[in-house]
């Protein structure tokens, strides 16, 4: 860790871009994916998270989507969410940072964070399957499955396996990457494409932290095993000694 620290006071990174993915929820009490208490450990993806099974039956993948909407509701931010946000509040006129990330929970928007891309959607909306309209949905849906004004199923606004990502986003985030001093890859397993192809677009310093090794680590500057809540605050605050001197 102490080495990392110094490479950050040494190359005093402005631009910095923060890659999250569901393990920086998990010191927050919501359920990763992947790994022995993951989500995919007692759901199949095949019957929750595709087009086709949304198809099949909706009322079933609600049902998932409200359970998972409860415990989110009732997570809070943590201090890694925290860190992050403060990091964009502080940098202000003298760097930026941009959070992109795979969750679909809200809670760097939460924490405060505005420069935010959603790659995989955000389990508080809803999208008509006809009209393709959304709509905020942050409270339980009255009827189930819940409906459009104009009749039609609403679906969660969340992007499921075979389905593009939003218009943009992952432009916008490659070209950020790209441009960044520094890259802090934070709680994904880098299983997921086309997102995790998003590390191979650094050029300058990249740092994962994972308490396990994945497919990204070997590609990142330096991988710190470890807890985003205990590594992610000594990072930001160091970032901000040196850019704000
Ligand atoms: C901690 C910690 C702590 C724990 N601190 N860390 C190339 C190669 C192979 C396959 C593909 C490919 N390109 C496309 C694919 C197919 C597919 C894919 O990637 N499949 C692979 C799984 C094999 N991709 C897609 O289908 C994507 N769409 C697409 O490619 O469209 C192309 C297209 C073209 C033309 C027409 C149509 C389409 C879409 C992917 C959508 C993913 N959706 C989900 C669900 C979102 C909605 C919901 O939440 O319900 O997104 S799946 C799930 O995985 C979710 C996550 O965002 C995503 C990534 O997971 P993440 O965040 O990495 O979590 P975990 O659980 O995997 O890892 C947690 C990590 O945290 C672990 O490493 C822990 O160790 C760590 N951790 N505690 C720090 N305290």
Redesign the pocket.
């Known amino acids: 860790m102490e080495n990392v620290l110094s490479s950050i006071r040494r190359e005093r990174p402005r631009r910095i871009v923060v890659f999250t ?4 929820s ?2 927050s009490g919501i359920p ?4 022995s208490e ?1 989500l995919w450990k007692n759901f199949r ?1 095949e019957d929750l ?1 595709t087009p086709e099974a949304f198809h099949r039956d909706p009322e079933l993948v609600w049902e998932w ?1 409200e359970w ?1 909407r409860g415990l989110i509701r009732a997570a809070q931010p943590n201090a890694a969410h925290m860190a992050i946000a403060r990091l964009e509040r502080e940098l202000a006129r003298k760097g930026d940072a941009l959070v992109v990330t ?3 929970d809200g809670l760097h928007a939460r924490a405060g964070s505005r420069n935010l891309i959603e790659l ?2 955000n ?1 508080f909306r809803a999208r008509c399957t006809s009209e393709q309209t959304t709509r905020e949905l942050a409270h339980p849906a009255e009827s189930m499955p819940p409906r459009c004004g104009c009749g039609s199923l609403l679906r ?1 606004d ?8 939003p218009a943009g986003a992952m432009e916008r985030a490659a070209a950020a990457v790209a441009g960044c001093d520094l890259l802090l890859v ?10 995790a192809g998003l590390v191979s677009s650094a050029r300058r310093m990249s740092i994962e ?4 090794k ?1 497919p990204l680590s070997a590609s990142c500057t330096h991988a710190l095993p470890g ?3 205990t590594i992610i605050p000594p990072i930001t605050e160091t970032i901000l000694e040196g850019a704000l001197r």
């Open positions: 993915g569901a393990g920086i998990a010191e990763t994916f992947r790994g993951g993806a998270a989507y998972r795979q969750n679909v995989h959607g389990i969660p969340v992007v499921w396996f075979g389905e593009m990502l934070v709680g994904t397993s880098g299983l997921v494409y086309p997102a932290v994972n308490p396990q994945t807890y985003a809540t």
